[in-house]
């Protein structure tokens, strides 16, 4: 069985507080579990309570975990995902041949002076630092296999195909449309292409992403619409649409209405919600 939950949700920037307590307002971070197999998908503020939750299982931790980028609220939750800071736990880190800087050099940074008062020195579980190259597909078990190509944003950044016992979830968080409707992200129809579930990311109306609604147009800032995920979900013949990587300024009333606005045009979608979880 492929078990997928979602610890952070949030795009942009952590969002705590009453308007947000039924969606989360945790920063991007997905737990997938395959047999005896743990993959983490992304570091935001969402990874402090998967830590905490992983404390309490009480067993060693030995997690594969995949960076989508590293922007902030990608990695903000890696100096307080308490796992570690304990001997005997094992983390193998990977990120994409798309960086100035090593993964090691970026999550190291936050942790130096005066950013932060522990260095990533202090770690005494053995971290294993990785890269992989576009396209290429790893095999973490066997039956077990993860892929991952590069997304439309800023910087660079990449989606997740994870495949176990004919079970597929696809991660495509801080991705753009193209301008031409006619021309879908070709890796992300890769990426997603007849997956259970495919977790994209809607982080703004149509409107709020060409500025029709009255603010500063988003055309450029690497994120999508719940209107392009539908399209794509179509597209790829997914199973179960998420949408991913709310906006700062979308409180639940705002996230539930652009959920059923989407379940009109994909009936089968859902709105990520901290603590939901979906048995593949």
């Given at each position: 069985m492929l078990r997928v939950k979602f610890w952070g949700v949030r795009g942009s920037i952590p969002t705590p507080g009453p308007g947000t307590a039924r969606t989360g307002g945790n920063t991007s971070c997905v737990e997938v579990s395959a047999g005896d197999t743990l993959i983490i998908l992304d570091g935001g503020t969402g990874l402090r309570l998967l830590g905490d939750d992983l404390l309490r299982r009480g067993k060693?931790?030995?997690?594969?975990?995949?960076?989508?980028?590293?922007?902030?609220?990608?990695?903000?939750?890696?100096p307080f995902f308490v796992p570690i800071f304990i001997k005997g736990n094992e983390l193998y880190l990977y990120g994409g041949r798309n960086l100035e800087m090593t993964l090691d050099e970026t999550l190291a940074g936050q942790m130096n002076f005066p950013n932060f008062p522990v260095t990533l020195e202090a770690c005494t579980a053995k971290i294993h630092f990785c890269e992989f190259d576009d396209g290429q597909t790893l095999t973490l078990a066997p039956g077990l296999t993860i892929r991952g190509l590069p997304l439309q944003h800023p910087n660079g950044c990449?989606?997740?195909?994870?495949?176990?016992?004919?079970k597929t979830f696809a991660y495509c968080t801080d991705t753009e449309h193209g301008a031409d409707p006619q021309k879908p992200d070709e890796n992300v129809l890769a990426l997603a292409r007849d997956a259970d579930l495919f977790a994209y990311d809607a982080q703004y109306t149509p409107e709020e992403y060409t500025g029709s609604a009255g603010g500063l147009p988003k055309v450029g800032w690497g994120h999508s619409t719940f209107v392009e995920a539908a399209r794509l979900a179509k597209l790829a013949n997914v199973k179960k649409l998420i949408l991913f990587h709310h906006d700062p300024s979308h409180d639940?009333?705002?996230?539930?209405?652009?959920?059923q606005a989407c379940v009109r045009l994909f009936p089968e979608t859902e709105a990520a919600r901290e603590g939901r979880e979906f048995n593949l």
């Open positions: 060693p931790v030995k997690a594969f975990m995949f960076f989508s980028h590293v922007h902030w609220d990608h990695i903000q939750g890696f990449y989606g997740y195909r994870v495949e176990y016992e004919g639940d009333a705002k996230v539930e209405e652009m959920e």
